[in-house]
């Protein structure tokens, strides 16, 4: 099913704000920022979307939909707003040209799992406004066009879901669900959607906010995070891979620290990238004062814990700045650079023949950045 045909108009936009090339135990990193995305409607200035949808389609970057806070910190009374406007952008060297179009998504949309393969970008899942998705769809170039095409529903409604793909068949894993956080996999022939999605040996844990790529061999799950019933959420340093052939999960050698929310990337079929994320520290300390507050029944007593908890995220650190590497043969993680720019979690990395895009996201709490971050890496 067709959702929208998008026409095109090209414009240009202003790109370059810095470079930086770091050497790192015999890895080189070329880190710049390779554009912004573009201000919509009244805006002056593109507050930039947590949970954007993005991929590759050919040579061009695709990001949009997401989520942010135009009227002020939620912890203010900000409320959310979910967005379904699409950027297109032409990969120039390391810049990023913008090419206008009138592109929308079906609907709003943010916080979906995505993945980038030789058809298009899946989109699966996700949540905006009216709740969690379980919609799965598939943007693709149709002649000189974008397209949207239906694929079966996901068998359960989720956000903050990981996906990849292998060889054309989607996989996506964890997520939050209504009630719950989900440790299920499932998987999708693209070339036999009659087939619909089928069901694999479930995650070792529930997690959402986790970074799943994939080989030839296997897939890859890695950190996450799982939210309790009394709202306090356990942060993983787990790595497990599930092979494709035996179809059975292994554990792997855990990261060196607790990690949600990060992007990551496949950078040959022996290493894996995961660029920043959440360690959790001040996270957990929101989530406890939020606790406190709940529990407290003397008002003045909440709202001087409630002081305390607004302190706390307007004065967020932001994330983990470090780029982690995983050695699949010797089975062995290590810091391989720093990322010299703030470091957005909650979005996906894009990677393409020449580097590895992470585009917009959330840089600290309640804020959300326009830049698209590139990487160059070579050994």
């Known amino acids: 099913m067709i959702f929208k045909a998008l026409k095109k108009r090209v414009i240009c936009l202003l790109l370059f704000a810095g470079i930086c ?23 002056k200035k593109s ?8 991929g590759i389609i050919g040579d061009q970057l695709i990001v949009g939909g997401g989520a942010n806070f135009p009227d002020g910190m939620p912890w203010k009374g900000g409320k959310k707003k979910y967005y379904d406007h699409l950027f297109a952008f032409e990969i120039r060297g390391d810049s990023l040209l913008a090419d206008e179009r009138s592109v929308v998504l079906p609907f709003n949309l943010a916080y979906a799992a995505c993945t980038s393969f030789s058809q298009g970008i899946f989109i699966g899942g996700g949540e905006n406004e009216t ?22 529903e996901l068998p359960a409604a989720v956000t903050n879901a990981a996906a990849t793909c292998v060889e054309d068949i989607i996989y996506i894993a964890g997520g939050e669900m209504k009630d719950r956080v989900s440790n299920a996999c499932y998987s999708l022939d693209i070339r036999a959607l009659n087939k619909g999605w089928q069901q694999l040996p479930h995650l070792p844990y529930a997690a959402s906010h986790g970074v799943m790529v994939g080989s030839n061999r296997a897939l890859y799950y890695i950190g996450g995070r799982e939210k309790g019933a009394d709202g306090i959420s356990a942060l993983y340093k787990d790595v497990y891979a599930f092979d494709l052939v035996k179809k059975e999960w292994k554990s792997l050698q855990s990261l060196p620290y607790p990690l949600a929310a990060g992007t ?22 929101t989530e406890l004062k939020i606790q406190q507050i709940n529990n407290e029944p003397d008002t003045q007593k909440q709202h001087i814990l409630n002081v305390e908890r607004m302190r706390l995220q307007e004065t967020h650190p932001g994330f983990s700045n470090q780029v982690l590497v995983l050695n699949i043969a010797e089975n062995k993680w290590s810091v391989k650079g720093i990322i010299p720019f703030k470091v957005p979690v909650t979005t996906t990395a894009v990677a393409t023949p020449g580097a590895i895009y992470i585009p917009s996201g959330e840089i600290k709490a309640g804020v959300r950045t326009p830049e698209i971050l590139r990487v160059a890496i070579k050994h």
Not at 131 to 152: C, E, T, W
Not at 266 to 285: A, C, P, S, T, Y
């Open 47 to 54: 507050l930039g979307y947590a949970g954007p949808v993005a």
């Open 131 to 152: 709740g969690i998705s379980r919609n799965a769809m598939l943007l693709k170039k149709h002649r000189d066009s974008l397209m949207f095409y239906k694929l079966p």
């Open 264 to 285: 990551g990337a496949m950078i040959n079929e022996n290493e894996i990238v995961l660029f920043g994320g959440d360690k959790g520290e001040r996270f957990h300390e």
């Open 21 to 43: 090339s770091c050497s790192y135990n015999s890895m080189e990193m070329k880190w710049n920022i390779a554009g912004q995305l573009p201000a919509v409607k009244n805006e």
